[in-house]
Structure formats: structure tokens, C-alpha cells
């Protein structure tokens, strides 16, 4: 009786310290919103660099902003109805959408075929691999002098190599219709070392049974790259071509360098013309208006293509 008694007593002296325990436990378990100081630097500079420049170039577009002398004035869309109306930016518009139409699938096409061939085991795979990688770490300054010399119609390296056909020379960057592909060319040389590293990385996934057991059943390379690796790296395809959409519509230290958007604006992009209306005429507020647009376009192209790739996948 009296063990009894005194395992009721400690009984009822646990459930009653109970409550508090299971209380402190749940503040252990819970949330604590003191973990979220470890994040807190990342969400202000997110915010002072992100979201603030987003929103306050939002406002700025609806503005008649000159920078020479700091006047502003609320606009409304007039620098959207001017830009609609403006055969230059219209221009621009065209030459940014050709040239991402240019090099988005050259860039798909050519890095995946460079990562098929380059993947491999050896120093050989290796070696080639760094070369065409160590491309995408140069400046875009550098890059363009090399293009240019290139180029250049008397002595350039392209032209040697047509006059020892016979032909004559072209002039790649003074000719409305070969100055946007010509800066499409530099560029899929410049950054295709990017791509290529990441479908190789996508491909080194793919586990070799599933190529030993098409091997077996005698399946061709064509057979095995359809069913097998395409399948297999589609969300590395994905990230490739929204990635690189982005990145082309921003197009603007080739175009500077190699033609300043000449001749005749048919190497103008839309950067280049925002450029020029903000720093070069101070006009912030068309500036910022043409900025706006473009950040449209680069959101509708990645949200298109997103859907599309789903879409497709999903059937």
C-alpha cells in the first residue's frame, strides 16, 4: 500500500509539471523567429538591390525626368506612347529579338553537342573541355578586340582565309545585313563554354545501365539519345534556354564595342538604346520607360518558354 500510495503521489507530481515541460518543449520544437537574423544581411541586400531599383524604376518610367538638371514630373504612360511610336526603339526591339533568335538555339544545339563529344574520361577530355570553357572567363572587352581583328576586312584573319580561296573580302561589321550575325557569332563563341558545362555536368547523371541495357536490346545512338539522354536532361535543356533567353536580351558591350550600333541602327539593341537616352541625352524617364518594356519582354519569353517545356513534358 505504501508503494502504491507513493507512485499515485509521484504520478500526480509528474502530470503536473507535465504542462510546463510539454510547454518548453514546444519552444524548443517550434519556431523561433531568432533564426531569422542568420538570413536577415541576404533579405536587406536583396531589397536594397533587388526589389527597391525594381519598383523605383517603375515609377521613374511614369515620369518626364531630365538628369541635367534634376526636374521631374509625373508623365503617366507618355514615354510609353512615345516609345511605341519611336522607329528606333521599334528598331532596337527587332534587333534584340533576331539576335535571341540567333544564338539561344545555337546555344542549345552547340553546347550539347561539345558536352556529347566531350564526355569522356582522360586528360584529352579534360584539356579540351578547359579550352573551350576558358572562352566564357574572358571580359567582354577582350573578346571583342579579338572579333575585331578578325573582322577587319584588309587584314583581318577571316579575310586571309577568303582571299586564299579567291574571294573577296566582307565587311562583316559595316554591313547592315552581316553586322547583327556577325555579333551573334562572337557571341556564341564567348559564352558557349557555359552551356556546354552544363549539359556535360546533366549528362555525367545519367546512370550507364540504362545504355547497357539499350545496347542490349540493339538500340542505335540516335535511338538511345532520344529515349534515353534527351529525356534525362530536360530540366538542364530547360534551365539552358530560359537562362541564356535572359542573358541575350541584355545583349550590349558586343554591339558598343564591335559596331556602336551602326550601321544605320542594325546592330542597335535595346540596352544600347536605354544607354543612350539615360546617359548620354539624360532623358531617365524614356529611359526608364524602355527598360520597363524590355524586362516585359525578357518575362513573357522565360514564362512562354517554361510553360511550353511543361506542357511537352507532362504529354
Known amino acids: 500500500m505504501l508503494l502504491e500510495g507513493q507512485a499515485m503521489r509521484e504520478g500526480r507530481g509528474l502530470a503536473a509539471k507535465s504542462p510546463a515541460r510539454l510547454r518548453r518543449r514546444g519552444a524548443a520544437i517550434g519556431p523561433d523567429w531568432r533564426n531569422g537574423l542568420f538570413v536577415l544581411p541576404f533579405l536587406l541586400v536583396y531589397l536594397a538591390l533587388l526589389v527597391y531599383p525594381l519598383f523605383r524604376g517603375m515609377w521613374i518610367s511614369l515620369l518626364q525626368f531630365d538628369m541635367f538638371d534634376q526636374t521631374a514630373s509625373f508623365a503617366g504612360f507618355t514615354n510609353f506612347r512615345r516609345l511605341l511610336a519611336d522607329r528606333i526603339f521599334l528598331g532596337t526591339v527587332g534587333n534584340t529579338v533576331l539576335f535571341v533568335a540567333m544564338t539561344v538555339p545555337a546555344f542549345v544545339v552547340i553546347g ?164 543612350e537616352q539615360g546617359f548620354r541625352d539624360w532623358n531617365l524617364g524614356y529611359a526608364a520607360a524602355a527598360s520597363e518594356i524590355l524586362f516585359l519582354f525578357m518575362a513573357v519569353a522565360a514564362i512562354a518558354q517554361y510553360l511550353a517545356s511543361r506542357r511537352r513534358a507532362e504529354g
Open 112 to 275: 550539347l553537342a561539345l558536352a556529347l563529344a566531350l564526355n569522356r574520361e582522360g586528360r584529352a577530355g579534360a584539356v579540351l573541355r578547359a579550352i573551350f570553357f576558358g572562352t566564357s572567363v574572358l571580359s567582354v572587352t577582350i573578346v571583342t578586340i579579338i572579333w575585331k581583328m578578325m573582322y577587319l576586312p584588309d587584314r583581318g584573319l577571316i579575310s586571309g582565309i577568303l582571299g586564299v580561296f579567291g574571294a573577296a573580302p566582307v565587311p562583316f561589321l559595316t554591313s547592315q545585313d552581316l553586322a547583327l550575325p556577325a555579333i551573334a557569332v562572337c557571341t556564341v563563341w564567348w559564352i558557349i563554354g557555359l552551356p556546354m558545362m552544363l549539359f556535360l555536368a546533366a549528362l555525367q547523371q545519367i546512370p550507364g545501365e540504362l545504355y547497357e541495357a539499350a545496347a542490349l536490346d540493339n538500340a542505335s545512338r540516335w535511338r538511345s539519345f532520344v529515349s534515353i539522354t534527351l529525356p534525362s536532361i530536360r530540366r538542364t535543356l530547360l534551365v539552358v534556354v530560359i537562362y541564356e533567353i535572359v542573358a541575350q536580351f541584355q545583349l550590349f558591350g558586343q554591339a558598343l564595342l564591335l559596331t556602336k550600333g551602326g550601321p544605320n541602327n542594325a546592330s542597335r539593341p535595346i540596352v544600347l538604346f536605354i544607354y
